[in-house]
């Protein structure tokens, strides 16, 4: 808990349950919408399609922050569900014609269906059992993926046109500009969703279950319940990442969705901050632009030191391990808790707390 | 209640105004007469670094190459090659990279980034050359902007497969054995069709090779049990040879048959005394195999201290698929046209052949507007004593 939070009184109700109650965390959203407003026109195309990849992403680990990080149930199964939702989509849009919306918004009902069928195995088994369970529906969807040829065009992978919807269709000199705002619409919405779905009952008792799932049966949760929905909803946000990126990359092939991309979510929500959607957030910008970031100091270091050039990979994998252990060692609750404690730092600022 | 709706609205018409007004002034890349931008997508870490490597090295000496010999028309390559790593994901974002960084050509490697990005470069129209050779890249209706410059895999199998069966007396038994990913599994359907069509005396099957094993006696075994006599391999070298390895150390009475990526001097030096006997079909021209276009390759690398010998038939690939693009290039140049991937594209096919100096498939490439498939000629070649000596040159499946 912040320490922020202290000294803020409430005169009624509706002050108390306002997601913001400070003057500075007012600033803060003013501060982030003008940052959010000005990106795509400060950033060349290159970078824009970078944050688009981590709009995606974004909405994928609070998916995967629901399951994990408020529900306590470890998944290897992240990389198979974001496969349904992709698979989904650009099937219902390409081979049934039906309008973008419609095939996006019927994806995620299709992955969060597939979770909750996925996810029964939780209530039988937890932890590392779980883990491997999960890991088993990783491996299952993919495998399906690879050798079902419904899912390829002929001999090549299944590619989908161009998004358009009625008169409006993405053109190409401003893809990445136009993508830009639709999955920022996606991600704010997204993440407010999860926000005040921890505000809610049904919230309350995945993190009741996470807790202490005896004790939370002992208060009246109904564990079957809260579990089987935690994975339909968990599995439908990652679902609509899957979707959003079926129709951003234009193609759908098993390969983005193997195992590795599995891990990767998992370090997204551990770098981040279990159990907070601010983490989810931040973890998904930082493990996408860590490679990124690699790249760019190897090339610009690359002429004095042109053995790296060709090892840019391995240096990824190298840095990819040692950022997951330095958060595990050092700051197991994530970026999301260094930021707490800046802030925190700021406001009693020459007193240490 | 009011208050939200009212920030709500506030808040919805601001983001309507602003995705209204004009994004921000797009470049259309107009061409300036500088140097020429292409991006390389190269494996050198990855599952088929051993191959990718003399790939890319190929592709930048005759960069450097042609740089030095003045450019083309004066105007110089100036290329940006980055590892990928065999990941997709990877080779999209590097694939964006390029194309913010104003290329226009890209060079990618393997078959599974070629055909993720294959929708991508046709709707960019940015015309993409790779060292995938699969059949679903050669068809324009397809695939307008991918190039595919060596007789396709399917057309390798087929080269291998009538090998097979000229020189099996009897019902051949193929174990057919690829990489088990979109390259290895590109050419097994029509394989599968060849051995119907022309009635062949074959009976195969296909074993995924499961990736980062250690070796391969359990496929053996499998391939043993079906009674195969002949193994048809559909990965790089490195696997390749451990099959060989593999077969040499059971003793099993089984002969190899490479398509191109294992079809090198690499697999013959990895497999050591196992690889003697074994089959190569490979449509580019090893040094062995002394075609006149080894000349400028092998000129180029004595003056770096290097031979064609040492860099081996992958680096001959790299450079003259390099070529060709070039090549097209240099059409769109002479026409005195803007450089530009539409140009590009309607240059390489409208230009004729493009003379290989016998290096890949029957000597030249071409492509036309209702196909881009490059070459259709192979050369099978066997590993006898530590070399690849040719048996036939520029073999077309019939």
Redesign the interface.
């Known amino acids: 808990m912040s320490a922020t939070a202290t000294g803020v009184y409430h005169r009624s109700y509706r002050r108390e349950s306002a997601l913001r109650h400070t003057k500075a965390e007012y600033f803060r959203l003013a501060l982030m919408i003008v940052g959010l407003l000005v990106t795509p026109y400060v950033l060349d195309n290159y970078w824009l399609s970078i944050v688009n990849t981590i709009l995606i992403a974004v909405i994928g680990a609070v998916g995967l922050n629901i399951l994990v990080g408020f529900t306590g149930q470890i998944s290897l199964g992240q990389g198979g569900f974001l496969a349904i939702g992709a698979f989904s989509s650009a099937l219902l849009y390409q081979r049934a014609d039906l309008p973008a919306p419609l095939s996006i918004a019927c994806a995620v009902v299709i992955t969060a269906v597939a979770g909750a069928l996925f996810g029964l195995p939780a209530l039988r088994i937890k932890g590392l059992y779980l883990a491997i369970a999960t890991l088993a529906s990783q491996e299952i969807i993919v495998f399906v993926a690879r050798r079902w040829t419904f899912l390829r065009d002929g001999s090549a992978p299944l590619t989908v046109d161009r998004l358009s919807l009625g008169s409006f269709e993405i053109e190409r000199q401003y893809f990445e500009w136009q993508w830009y705002w639709i999955l920022l619409t996606f991600a704010v919405l997204a993440v407010l969703a999860a926000r005040n779905l921890f505000r809610s009952s049904l919230g309350r008792s995945f993190m009741a279950v996470r807790d202490q799932d005896i004790a939370a049966s002992a208060i009246g949760v109904n564990i079957t319940r809260a579990k089987v929905t935690a994975f339909a909803v968990s599995s439908g946000f990652v679902g609509l990442a899957g979707a959003l990126s079926a129709h951003y990359t234009e193609t759908v092939t098993w390969e983005a969705f193997t195992l590795d991309v599995s891990i990767l979510y998992l370090a997204m929500i551990i770098v981040g901050g279990l159990g907070t959607i601010a983490g989810s957030v931040y973890g998904a910008a930082f493990m996408v632009l860590v490679p990124v970031f690699i790249q760019e100091t190897v090339g610009a270091v690359g002429d004095s030191v042109p053995v790296l050039l060709s090892r840019v990979p391995a240096i990824e994998q190298v840095v990819f391990g040692l950022v997951i252990i330095f958060f595990l060692l050092f700051e197991p609750r994530g970026l999301a808790q260094i930021w707490q404690r800046m802030k925190d730092y700021i406001r009693f600022w020459p007193f240490r707390y | 209640m009011f208050r939200i709706r009212w920030t709500a609205t506030l808040?919805a018409s601001?983001?309507v105004a602003?995705?209204a007004c004009a994004?921000?002034g797009?470049d259309?890349g107009g061409d300036e007469g500088g140097a020429i931008p292409v991006g390389v997508i190269a494996d050198?870490?990855?599952a088929t670094g051993d191959v990718g490597t003399p790939y890319n090295d190929g592709m930048l000496g005759y960069i450097d190459w042609i740089n030095s010999e003045g450019g083309i028309e004066g105007r110089e390559i100036d290329a940006t090659s980055?590892?990928?790593?065999y990941?997709?994901?990877?080779a999209?974002?590097l694939y964006?990279?390029y194309?913010?960084?104003g290329a226009v050509a890209i060079q990618g490697w393997g078959t599974?980034d070629s055909?993720?990005?294959?929708?991508?470069v046709s709707?960019?129209?940015i015309p993409f050359m790779s060292a995938s050779y699969?059949?679903?890249?050669t068809d324009p209706a397809?695939?307008p902007y991918n190039f595919v410059v060596a007789p396709t895999y399917s057309d390798q199998a087929r080269v291998g497969l009538n090998w097979i069966d000229e020189d099996s007396d009897a019902t051949a038994e193929v174990a057919f054995f690829h990489n088990?990913?979109?390259f290895g599994l590109?050419p097994l359907?029509d394989a599968e069709a060849w051995i119907e069509e022309k009635g062949l005396d074959i009976s195969m099957e296909a074993y995924p090779m499961p990736a980062g094993a250690a070796n391969y006696v359990g496929l053996l075994a499998r391939a043993k049990a079906q009674g195969a006599k002949y193994v048809l391999i559909q990965n790089v070298s490195s696997p390749a040879a451990t099959v060989a390895k593999d077969i040499a150390a059971q003793n099993l009475d089984m002969r190899i048959v490479c398509l191109n990526w294992c079809s090198d001097e690499l697999f013959i030096e990895t497999a050591g005394d196992a690889a003697e006997g074994s089959v190569l079909v490979q449509p580019f021209a090893p040094v062995t195999a002394d075609q006149e276009g080894h000349a400028d390759i092998e000129a180029y690398l004595s003056e770096k201290g290097s031979s064609l010998e040492e860099e081996g038939v992958h680096y001959v690939q790299g450079w003259y698929t390099m070529h060709i693009l070039a090549e097209g290039i240099r059409q769109v140049l002479e026409d005195g046209d803007d450089l530009s991937g539409p140009a590009i594209k309607e240059a390489l096919e409208t230009m004729g052949p493009i003379d290989t100096g016998g290096v890949v498939g029957t000597g030249t490439v071409e492509f036309s507007s209702d196909s881009h498939r490059g070459s259709t000629g192979s050369g099978v070649y066997v590993a006898e004593g530590g070399s690849m000596k040719p048996l036939e040159t520029g073999v077309t499946p019939e």
């Open positions: 808040a601001a983001l602003l995705t994004p921000p797009a259309e050198l870490t990855g980055k590892d990928y790593a990941d997709v994901p990877t999209e974002r964006k990279e194309l913010n960084e599974g055909e993720a990005l294959s929708g991508k709707q960019d129209e699969a059949e679903a890249l397809q695939a088990d990913s979109p590109a359907a």
